[in-house]
T-cell receptor, first 112, second 114 residues
């Protein structure tokens, strides 16, 4: 069963605009991670936020985590055409082995 | 460093045939994982390993077997392929341990079972 659900399923924006993707999950977690997948490629890790953190930044990425609402958001600022990809949230539950449970993804298209 | 590599990149099987997918990593990671990705489903964990000689079941293990005889390699086997196993398979690895770390993914193997 999927742990997370991303919203929206697809997002199309103009280059230079900000893109926000949301992720909701069901069970208590150790951490939440965001990954990016270009078409036909493997996933690439973007950022990890631990359950005791509320916000984290990495370059043009800003991630928030609200454990009371079991939700997270990924903000990409000043988007570029090269940001076009699918973005997945993944949660690590408390059960160990660092297993990740992935959401269904948001397909982002940045129009030049 | 090559990171995580997967062999083969593409494969077409007939129902009932068997095959083995090979994953190799050169980062000295303890933990390795096999996922499948289907349209609209995200990634689902098939099996994983927390060290050489160990394996464990993930969310969707039925129809698959794995082996981790060497730390750098993680093999995924399909003994009798079924059309429902048509998917893209990804291998991943991580440092593992008490602290959580990101996973590094291979480029994927696209498998079609006819």
């Amino acid at each position: 069963s999927q742990q997370g659900e991303e919203d929206p399923q697809a997002l199309s924006i103009q280059e230079g605009e900000n893109a926000t993707m949301n992720c909701s999950y069901k069970t208590s977690i150790n951490n939440l991670q965001w990954y990016r997948q270009n078409s036909g490629r493997g996933l690439v890790h973007l950022i990890l936020i631990r359950s005791n953190e509320r916000e984290k930044h990495s370059g043009r990425l800003r991630v928030t985590l609200d454990t009371s609402k079991k939700s997270s958001s990924l903000l990409i600022t000043a988007s570029r055409a090269a940001d076009t990809a699918s973005y997945f949230c993944a949660t690590e539950r408390l059960t160990g082995a660092n297993n990740l449970f992935f959401g269904t993804g948001t397909r982002l298209t940045v129009i030049p | 460093n090559a990171g995580v590599t997967q062999t083969p990149k593409f494969r077409v099987l007939k129902t009932g045939q068997s095959m083995t997918l090979l994953c190799a990593q050169d980062m000295n990671h303890e933990y390795m994982y096999w996922y499948r990705q289907d349209p609209g489903m995200g990634l689902r964990l098939i099996h994983y390993s927390v060290g050489e000689g160990t394996t464990a079941k993930g969310e969707v293990p039925d129809g698959y077997n794995v082996s981790r005889l060497k730390k750098q390699n993680f093999l995924l086997g399909l003994e009798s392929a079924a059309p429902s196993q048509t998917s893209v398979y990804f291998c991943a690895s991580s440092y593992g341990g008490i602290l959580s770390y990101e996973q590094y993914f291979g480029p994927g193997t696209r498998l079609t079972v006819t």
